[in-house]
């Protein structure tokens, strides 16, 4: 993933950018950047690693080598950015939130009809905040130029572009996947991924820009540059999964909804019968199944506990390794059991998803070693069907790192994947299938997925404006 925040005010706004961009830091975790631009000075950039130290580490600096009455910055789990790019259409600083997924089509055709180059990365690649202001510069305006990049690409694109007039242009994806917020200060106004981020910084929101929505700020005003367009489908996982639980989207909180997603699994688990009695704790997988399983515990009247501890002090989220098998094994280390919570008893845990069930393995496997009875596992959303091609949420290659599917074909081959809704369904054989097969091999007592339904009853957004497509494949 990624995120950004953006802010132009009649003063210097280092600070407001430095803590605002900090302020994204658990949504990704390769590199961050900010960019500025001072009359005097001009446009200015850096951009560090941060897969081995914090954000704030790696800029807090910045007070001393950048000024500015606008700037931007970046968390980025994939390219450097932002990058000043010098073009036809002026000198201007750009950062993106999304994916390409027809990337090398856009880069042979355009690189081929305008005869030009891309800055080719470690092994060829190119950077794809570069082909995005490509694509913008085949047009002699910004507007036109983000409009045409948007059409052009297959994916997501959410985009902060500072001009080297000191302005801000903030524009929404297409179909609006992802968030952009605008809030106002006394003097400016800022533009951001996350709500929270501007209102610890005296921010008032103003509004969150609608698809494809494309303005522009000054220290003065908010223009309308291109009026939102009317489909939308925002990506469901901000709520179950990678939001912060302080965010808002469409006027809806994180934490609230995790609250009223854990309340409707466990009133489903009562009305079907598969809620276990002789459950001692309801816990979360820490941090986002925390709020779950507040949910449940309260819906299915079983205490809540937290039976292990994260040690975050050492390993932050914002620094965790790239490597997947690095990764597993520091969420292992982090892990610290409160034995008197785990030994004898019948636990009951909610996680914010099961994607490749691996972390999960070893977390269910450390509460057995630590003397636990039975593990029953509950996820906060349906079953993972399908790779995101929209977002790049997951570090997944391959569908078939995804368990549910990797089950499916384990069971029948790829005969299964025509029956995928039926295997989402609890109450099918299939269903049923898939979850003893799922609970044998990750040593569950018990598995039950929230349905989609109580998912989108949790949500309490108009269907029609989710996008559900890794549980139902349905875009």
């Given at each position: 993933?990624?995120?950004?925040?953006?802010?132009?005010?009649?003063?210097?706004?280092?600070?407001?950018?430095?803590?605002?961009?900090?302020?994204?830091?658990?949504?990704?975790?390769?590199?961050?950047?900010?960019?500025?631009?001072?009359?005097?000075?001009?446009?200015?950039?850096?951009?560090?690693?941060?897969?081995?130290?914090?954000?704030?580490?790696?800029?807090?600096?910045?007070?001393?080598?950048?000024?500015?009455?606008?700037?931007?910055?970046?968390?980025?789990?994939?390219?450097?950015?932002?990058?000043?790019?010098?073009?036809?259409?002026?000198?201007?600083?750009?950062?993106?939130?999304?994916?390409?997924?027809?990337?090398?089509?856009?880069?042979?055709?355009?690189?081929?009809?305008?005869?030009?180059?891309?800055?080719?990365?470690?092994?060829?690649?190119?950077?794809?905040?570069?082909?995005?202001?490509?694509?913008?510069?085949?047009?002699?305006?910004?507007?036109?130029?983000?409009?045409?990049?948007?059409?052009?690409?297959?994916?997501?694109?959410?985009?902060?572009?500072?001009?080297?007039?000191?302005?801000?242009?903030?524009?929404?994806?297409?179909?609006?996947?992802?968030?952009?917020?605008?809030?106002?200060?006394?003097?400016?106004?800022?533009?951001?991924?996350?709500?929270?981020?501007?209102?610890?910084?005296?921010?008032?929101?103003?509004?969150?820009?609608?698809?494809?929505?494309?303005?522009?700020?000054?220290?003065?005003?908010i223009t309308v540059l291109k009026k939102?367009?009317?489909?939308?489908?925002?990506?469901?996982?901000?709520?179950?999964?990678?939001?912060?639980?302080?965010?808002?989207?469409?006027?809806?909180?994180?934490?609230?909804?995790?609250?009223?997603?854990?309340?409707?699994?466990?009133?489903?688990?009562?009305?079907s019968g598969l809620l276990p009695e002789?459950?001692?704790?309801?816990?979360?997988?820490?941090?986002?199944?925390?709020?779950?399983?507040?949910?449940?515990?309260?819906?299915?009247?079983?205490?809540?506990?937290?039976?292990?501890?994260?040690?975050?002090?050492?390993?932050?989220?914002?620094?965790?390794?790239?490597?997947?098998?690095?990764?597993?094994?520091?969420?292992?280390?982090?892990?610290?059991?409160?034995?008197?919570?785990?030994?004898?008893?019948?636990?009951?845990?909610?996680?914010?998803?099961?994607?490749?069930?691996?972390?999960?393995?070893?977390?269910?496997?450390?509460?057995?070693?630590?003397?636990?009875?039975?593990?029953?596992?509950?996820?906060?959303?349906?079953?993972?069907?399908?790779?995101?091609?929209?977002?790049?949420?997951?570090?997944?290659?391959?569908?078939?790192?995804?368990?549910?599917?990797?089950?499916?074909?384990?069971?029948?081959?790829?005969?299964?994947?025509?029956?995928?809704?039926?295997?989402?369904?609890?109450?099918?054989?299939?269903?049923?299938?898939?979850?003893?097969?799922?609970?044998?091999?990750?040593?569950?007592?018990?598995?039950?997925?929230?349905?989609?339904?109580?998912?989108?009853?949790?949500?309490?957004?108009?269907?029609?404006?989710?996008?559900?497509?890794?549980?139902?494949?349905?875009?």
């Amino acid at each position: 993933m990624g995120g950004f925040f953006g802010a132009v005010r009649k003063q210097d706004v280092i600070g407001d950018v430095f803590f605002g961009t900090d302020y994204h830091s658990h949504l990704g975790t390769k590199r961050g950047g900010m960019a500025a631009f001072d009359a005097e000075v001009g446009l200015q950039r850096e951009i560090h690693k941060i897969e081995n130290t914090p954000f704030r580490t790696k800029f807090e600096h910045i007070f001393d080598t950048m000024q500015g009455h606008a700037a931007i910055g970046c968390i980025s789990d994939t390219d450097p950015q932002p990058l000043l790019i010098r073009s036809n259409i002026g000198v201007y600083a750009i950062c993106i939130v999304g994916i390409i997924n027809n990337k090398e089509e856009l880069i042979d055709k355009y690189l081929s009809y305008s005869g030009g180059h891309f800055d080719a990365m470690t092994g060829g690649a190119v950077n794809t905040t570069e082909l995005v202001a490509a694509l913008i510069n085949q047009k002699s305006e910004f507007v036109d130029g983000i409009r045409f990049a948007q059409s052009e690409i297959k994916g997501t694109a959410s985009m902060l572009i500072l001009t080297d007039a000191g302005t801000i242009i903030a524009a929404r994806d297409r179909d609006g996947r992802l968030p952009v917020l605008i809030g106002k200060a006394e003097d400016g106004y800022c533009a951001s991924f996350e709500s929270f981020a501007y209102q610890k910084m005296g921010y008032e929101d103003v509004r969150e820009l609608g698809p494809g929505e494309i303005v522009e700020l000054t220290a003065e005003k908010i223009t309308v540059l291109k009026k939102p367009g009317k489909k939308k489908k925002i990506c469901s996982f901000l709520w179950t999964y990678y939001g912060y639980p302080t965010s808002n989207y469409e006027g809806v909180n994180v934490e609230v909804m995790r609250y009223k997603n854990g309340e409707i699994m466990a009133r489903n688990d009562k009305e079907s019968g598969l809620l276990p009695e002789d459950v001692d704790y309801v816990s979360g997988v820490p941090d986002s199944g925390t709020a779950h399983a507040i949910g449940y515990a309260t819906g299915s009247g079983k205490t809540f506990a937290r039976p292990f501890i994260k040690y975050a002090q050492t390993w932050l989220r914002s620094f965790m390794p790239a490597v997947q098998t690095d990764r597993n094994e520091v969420a292992k280390m982090k892990q610290i059991p409160v034995r008197e919570l785990i030994k004898d008893k019948n636990l009951l845990f909610v996680d914010d998803s099961i994607v490749r069930g691996t972390q999960l393995r070893e977390t269910v496997d450390f509460l057995y070693k630590n003397g636990a009875k039975a593990v029953h596992m509950r996820s906060a959303c349906p079953p993972i069907m399908y790779g995101c091609k929209y977002l790049n949420f997951s570090r997944a290659t391959s569908e078939m790192e995804l368990i549910s599917r990797r089950t499916i074909v384990e069971l029948e081959g790829e005969e299964g994947l025509k029956h995928m809704e039926e295997y989402a369904d609890p109450q099918s054989e299939r269903g049923k299938a898939m979850r003893k097969a799922i609970c044998d091999k990750m040593h569950f007592a018990s598995l039950e997925f929230q349905t989609l339904d109580g998912m989108i009853e949790a949500i309490g957004i108009d269907p029609c404006e989710l996008c559900t497509y890794c549980w139902n494949g349905k875009e």
